[in-house]
């Protein structure tokens, strides 16, 4: 079962526009994090918020948790086709042993 | 530095053969942890070890066996690989617990017939 759930599952937009993704999950948390995965490739860190966090930002990134909802969302602003991949969001299992994926939302940036 | 590297990345089996994935990481990472992804999802845990000498089982664990061998390797075993078994096989690495970053290797691609 998936702990972490993404919303939209796939997204195109034009470059330069912003890409909003959002991660929903079930139980407590101590952190949520966002990976990032190329075509054919493994996965890649993006960012990692804490659950007495409510903002984060890396660049272009942006993170926001809401606890009360069970909610994440990642906000890619300016987006460039490098951007092109699957974002996954993963939760803990609140005993620091595994984390679980979500499905991904699969973002296609047009040039 | 290679971080996680993974071997072989790509392998065609029958079913009812066996084989090992292998996985090393040269970041002194305490934990390390084995996944698959099938078309279109997510991934999920098979096997994780939090340390050398001790394995446990994660949400998908049937059919398959680990071994932490020493701090850098972490293999997975397909004893009797059956046809449901086709997937991309993730193996990653963290410094002490899942909730620290986690680095993947570039993944196997297997196909078991």
């Known amino acids: 079962s998936q702990q972490g759930e993404e919303d939209p599952q796939a997204l195109s937009i034009q470059e330069g526009e912003n890409a909003t993704m959002n991660c929903s999950y079930k139980?407590?948390?101590?952190?949520l994090q966002w990976y990032r995965q190329n075509s054919g490739r493994g996965l890649v860190h993006l960012i990692l918020?804490?659950?007495?966090?409510r903002e984060k930002h890396s660049g272009r990134l942006r993170v926001t948790l809401d606890t009360s909802k069970k909610s994440s969302s990642l906000l890619i602003t300016a987006s460039r086709a490098a951007d092109t991949a699957s974002y996954f969001c993963a939760t803990d299992d609140n005993a620091g042993n595994m984390l679980t994926f979500g499905g991904g939302t699969r973002l296609m940036v047009k040039p | 530095n290679a971080g996680v590297t993974q071997t072989p990345k790509f392998q065609v089996l029958k079913t009812g053969q066996s084989m090992t994935l292998q996985c090393a990481q040269d970041m002194n990472h305490n934990s390390m942890y084995w996944y698959r992804q099938d078309p279109g999802m997510g991934l999920r845990l098979i096997y994780y070890s939090a340390s050398e000498g001790t394995t446990d089982k994660g949400e998908v664990p049937n059919g398959y066996n680990v071994s932490r061998l020493n701090k850098r390797e972490f293999s997975l075993r397909l004893e009797s690989a059956a046809p449901s078994q086709t997937s991309v096989y993730f193996c990653a690495s963290s410094a002490i617990t899942s909730t620290d970053t986690q680095y993947f290797g570039p993944g196997t691609r297997l196909t078991v017939l």
């Open positions: 139980t407590s948390i101590n952190n």
């Open positions: 918020i804490r659950s007495n966090e």
